[in-house]
């Protein structure tokens, strides 16, 4: 069964930071990913990290985070982390992890299709 397991969100004011962890069973060599849905608004992508190691190019950010987010994975622990800082209100948001798969939303390149139930990342 597909497990994407997402935790680590909460509120926190303008300027914080939060850690966001997403715990997975089988996405070692997957390209994996954060997207975020706001309400009323569609979901978009946040941060996305390749399967495979390539230097400065292994990672990928949506302008609108760039220099604030950081994304990483532990291949050993079988997780994802979304380090945020510097968080301002447009922020806010339900958090999604997301591994890749063909025919899926389209983001940094690649594409996803396995999600998580999500966490909520209020900032005031």
């Known amino acids: 069964d597909v497990q994407l397991v997402e935790s680590g969100g909460g509120s926190v004011q303008a300027g914080g930071s939060l850690r966001l962890s997403c715990a997975h069973s089988?996405?070692?060599?997957?390209?994996m990913g954060w997207f975020r849905q706001a309400l009323g608004k569609e979901r978009e992508g946040v941060a996305a990290?390749?399967?495979?190691?390539?230097?400065?190019?292994?990672?990928r950010y949506a302008d609108s985070v760039k220099g604030r987010f950081t994304i990483s994975r532990d291949n050993l622990r079988n997780t994802v982390a979304l380090q945020m800082s510097s968080l301002k209100p447009d922020d806010t948001a339900m958090y999604y992890c997301?591994?890749?798969?063909?025919?899926?939303?389209?983001?940094?390149?690649?594409?996803?299709?396995?999600w998580g139930q999500g966490t909520q990342v209020t900032v005031s």
């Open positions: 990290i390749y399967a495979i190691y390539n230097g400065d190019r292994s990672t």
């Open positions: 997301a591994a890749g798969q063909n025919g899926g939303t389209l983001f940094g390149g690649v594409r996803f299709g396995y």
């Open positions: 089988r996405y070692t060599h997957s390209n």
